[in-house]
Structure formats: C-alpha cells, structure tokens
C-alpha cells in the first residue's frame, strides 16, 4: 500500500493512493498513519480489505498538501557515510561501523514543503536517501532476517544539511543537521510487501532541473537490514520511528570549488524508485 497523510500542517488525514492513482480518504478506518497504526496488523489488513472492494471515498487532489506520511514520529535515526561513493568523494574513510546521529522528529516537513536556508548559511546541502519506517518495538535484533521483519515500510527523505555548522562550528553533527525544514518526507510510505529489496532502488535528485545525484541503494556500505539490527543494539526503535539510511555521491560539499551549495531560490526535485517524487523551492529562514 501507499500511504500518505493529507492537508495543512498539524491537521492532515490518512489517506491512501490507490492502484489507480486515485486519492482515498481512510478517515473512517483509522485516526492517523501513525506508530499505532503500523504496529496494529488487523487495523492494517482492515485497510487493506477496504482498498481492495473499492469502497474508500475518492479525494480530490487538485492543491491538497501532501503531509509527512508518518505523524508523531518518536525519532530521526540517521546514517552518515552510508555509500561507497559519497565516503569516497568527500575523501573520508569506509567506516568499520554505521555513523549514527540523530535529527529532532520537528525538522520533518512535508515533501514539498518549503526548505528554509538557515540564517548565516552558506553551505546548505542537499542528500537524497531511503527512510525505513519501523513498524514493530526493536530491542537488541539479532539476524537480518528479525530486522526487516520489524519494518513497516519506506518513503523518501530529503536529509538537508548545512556543512560549515556540522563541520566548522565544533562539536557534534546536531548543529548542521537539526535546523527547522531540514528533513522532507513522503510523498508515500510504501509498505514493506511493495518493496522486495531495498538494496535494489535507485536515488535520483535535481537542483533547477539540473542532475545531481544518481545512485543506487546496492552502493551502501551497510544495507538495510544491517542497520536496523545495528541500531537496535544501541537504543529501542518504535513504530513510527524512521531511519534515514544515508546518501550517495553528488552532494555539493564533494564537488569542485567554487561548492554549489543552495541558495534561496533554488528547486530541488528528488525521488527513490518505487517511492514517489519530492519537489522543494529553498527560501530564507
């Protein structure tokens, strides 16, 4: 299934994009697309009855915002350095372990909501990646095979990232990784059974038309489920929390000088095979 959330900021509705495309409103089978939804499977198959006999009511999509597809995200887990090819061009190391940081579940915007260029910005950053959703409570997972078994779905993320405050400014990553706008999800959580192999998609972004990244997720140095086992040894994962799982070369801090770091003003399209399209125009914060 494809699941989305729809409306303003702070008051969307589930909803569900059928085989057709069409728009269905699943306000009458559940409250939210939310931790509480993904851990409930008879609410789940209920869903999927319903999408089934064709009886969820049609939405009109013309100028509906398209939320964050999850609501109530606990946390943002993420993955530095992920792929062979962005360690390489940012001429670090292959780690001997996942670099994990984390992102305040506030920085989460819809896909196509505006992306604010922090003030005193110079080096904002694009990094198109693949979000799991968790689905089910990860506590000290010990096989692959437990790990995927403990996902819900995936969707794309838009990890935006400001190099000189994550970098230059001392201290951890938090600095440059947390500032308002900075996490872009959806447009779709797809679930788990729509994607076979997650080490199989592709990773496309744009900047003003323009490709930038174009990648693929058999480049990670530690695929999916090898992260979700991982970072379950380090603290307990939730459904409805996500895991942005790194991303490929093309970013701008691995280019030739002068860096093309965004600018107000700048479009910045992404998508993930399979997972929809993300569309963002960059203003001042």
């Not at 872009?184 to 076979?196: F, M, S």
Request: charged share 25%.
């Amino acid at each position: 299934m494809k699941l989305l959330r729809v409306g303003p900021p702070g008051a969307e509705r589930p909803a569900l994009l059928d085989q057709d495309g069409t728009l269905r409103d699943l306000s009458a089978l559940v409250d939210d697309i939310d931790g509480s939804l993904l851990a409930d499977a008879s609410a789940l198959d209920r869903v999927r009855a319903a999408a089934g006999v064709g009886v969820l009511p049609a939405l009109d999509a013309t100028g509906l915002r398209v939320g964050p597809p999850v609501g109530r995200i606990g946390k943002v887990v993420c993955i530095g350095l992920n792929y062979h090819g962005h360690a390489a061009e940012t001429g670090q190391a292959t780690p001997a372990e996942p670099v994990v940081f984390l992102k305040a579940a506030d920085t989460v915007v819809g896909p196509d909501d505006t992306v604010l260029v922090p003030r005193g910005s110079v080096k904002t950053d694009w990094e198109v990646e693949l979000a799991i959703v968790i689905g089910r409570t990860a506590r000290y997972l010990e096989t692959d095979e437990e790990a995927l078994a403990h996902v819900a779905g995936y969707a794309v993320a838009h990890d935006v990232s400001e190099r000189e405050f994550q970098i230059e400014r001392g201290g951890t990553w938090d600095k440059g990784k947390n500032c308002e706008t900075f996490n872009p999800l959806g447009p779709w959580l797809v679930t788990a059974d729509e994607v076979p192999d997650p080490q199989a998609l592709g990773l496309r972004l744009w900047v003003n038309g323009e490709l930038k990244q174009d990648g693929h997720t058999s480049d990670q140095i530690f695929p999916v489920a090898e992260v979700v086992r991982y970072v379950s040894r380090f603290m307990t994962l939730y459904p409805g929390d996500i895991i942005n799982t790194g991303t490929p070369a093309g970013v701008a801090m691995g280019q030739p000088e002068p860096k093309p770091y965004l600018r107000p003003g700048d479009v910045v399209e992404l998508e993930v095979d399979g997972l929809g399209r993300q569309r963002q125009e960059l203003k001042s914060a």
